[in-house]
């Protein structure tokens, strides 16, 4: 009498603990998943900080190109009212990528602004921010990869299913980030 | 950076001089040696008195050495009535002189005698009858040859160090030196075996770290320094017989004689032989972050030798089967865990570690992803016999490569030696190569600053 249910409570008990490793393991990952998407909002809170700096540097060089410098100014004031989705948001710091890109390409036209020592350290930062942007994007992506190959996974979607882990996004690829290696080409020419 | 027609250059302007110079000073060395000979052939002497009493006392071992010294003495004075060597030209080749000859007699007939000397002992216990007499003498005469042979021999490897030496510190002190100005070259010297240790570069830390070769400078921004490197997991034994000095004296001889292109005692404790370069890195990072070759045995260094003699001899100093791409004990100390990047193509070739997952991708970046492979590509393209292994590190924002070698990278390999001093021009000298090797060696080394694009300094560190 005794034998059948110790062997039933023993099975119940290896199938709790199993299923509560499951458990953790995925919060761990969604766990992973918030401390990158952390990292990230640290560097763009960096790029954000180095905008206005590099706006004054470059004003007094620059008068024509005032348009694009309104456009940076105003799209950085807006990334960081805070009241966006995470769409939105996106969307906001991609354009600021490809404005940025834009203003170091017209850059070009004026070697004054470029020989300057201050604008040149400003350019380095950021460019150290924009590749630590990209890295912190990249493991991300490694990050929601495993946790969603995680919650994919038969038992594990089963679990997945009941306490309503759903599956994440990744960053998608944005092009204009290939064009970053053209900054340095033209400070080193 | 210098190309091969500026280096062509340079030997036409200035090399040939410095060549003109160093055969004055082997000519010396030679002298030298000529000079400490004559001392020591009271040793010699003893042994061979020995032996003719041996040879007395047992009739086989009679038979059999005087047989070997009327050939080895045949042979000595066939050759002895060749002029004197007084030139620089005749060395290192074959023994031409009766006191060239005497090592090799000595220690041949030193080993023929080991090798009869258990037939008594095999004749004692088949027959029953001891032969004391023929007991005694075969081993003393043994031991006499073995022991006293080490003074010829001693003076002839001495000798063939030194001009190593001096040739290795004039020619590539030189080369060095053209391809920068801010080159030191250190011959003796090596990496700091902690910079290597605390790199953890390899999985096992370098208790024993025999080096050569020490180049420190800059190239374009960037810092770098190299060395040679031999790097082992066992101390050196404490005997308890030897005082510190002792000890350290031992240490130096094992160093010497490494240098000096003699044996370095080889034992299964060797885990790396080749090239270690240590570079500034151009970002600024934290963490540590190790790429290391996958499925890594030493015996894949063995297996690609093209030298079947060359592979005897590296046989006895690694085991065949160590894997070093495994994570050992002070990985985990350090919290290094393997992490997976985007790159199939690499994850194939390499295992990350990091402790820092963000910062393992700001150093990899995509673009450092590609050159590591492509370095991968050229390394084993350019010695391609080897199939070099290599590691990397990236710690404390330098850049540490490591890279497998089979034998001496930066050392004009056998006969190149007599090659240099033997050239009778310039142009033959070029022709033969030898200078040209030591030039795309050096040349392959300083391009691991441009491979990894390490003079691009866009980012905060200058």
Known sequence: MLTPLLILLSILIITIGYLATIYNRIVRRENKIDDASGSIQANLKKRHDLIPNLISSVKKYMDYESE???????????????DLSQEQQKQIESQITQTLDKLMVQVEDYPDLKANENFMQLQRSLNEVEEQLSASRRFFNSAVKQ????????????????????????FEAEVHEHKTPDVGEMLNS | MRTLEDFKQFYTNELTQTIEELRDEVAQI????????????????IGVILYIAFQFSWIIGNSLIGLFILYGVTKASFSSSEPEISNTKQQEGFPSTFFEL??????????????ISPIPLIYWFSTGVFLFQAFIWIFLGAFTLLFFNGVPLGIRQEKEA???????HKLLGKIISFLGDSFQFEPTDSIDKDKINNSLT?????????????????????????????????????????????RQEKLQQKVNNYISGKKVAENNSHFFRGLYFIADFHKNFQGHTIVRPTNFTWSDVQKSKNSEKKQASFKGSYKPDERLDLPYEHDYQQELKQTTLEDPELESLYNIYTNDPQQ???????????????????????????KNKVFLAFYQSKMHIAISYAEDLLDPKGAAYEHIMDASSPEELLEKEQLVNLFQDLQFILGIVEDFNLNTRIWSKQ
């Open chain 2, 30 to 45: 030679e002298a030298n040696a000529q000079e400490k000979k004559p001392d020591k052939i009271p040793f010699i002497l």
């Open chain 2, 162 to 168: 030194n001009i190593r030496k001096a040739i290795k």
């Open chain 2, 102 to 115: 005497l090592p090799d007699l000595t220690l041949a007939s030193g080993f023929i005698t080991l090798v």
């Open chain 2, 360 to 386: 393992a991708r700001y150093i990899l970046s995509t673009s450092t992803m590609e050159r590591i492979k492509d370095f991968h590509n050229r390394t084993n393209d350019f010695h391609d016999q080897y």
């Open chain 1, 147 to 170: 946790y969603n190959d995680s919650i994919e996974t038969f038992p594990a979607n089963l679990i997945a299913s009941t306490f309503d882990f759903t599956s994440r996004d990744m």
């Open chain 1, 68 to 82: 694009t410098l309104q456009q940076i100014v105003e799209l950085r004031n807006l990334a960081q009212s805070g």
């Open chain 2, 202 to 246: 390899f999985p096992k830390k370098a208790k024993q770290l025999y080096g050569e070769d020490y180049v420190q400078g800059k190239v374009g921004n960037t810092d770098i320094e190299f060395s040679e490197i031999i790097a082992s997991k066992s101390p050196v034994k404490k005997t308890a017989t030897f005082s510190h000095n002792k």
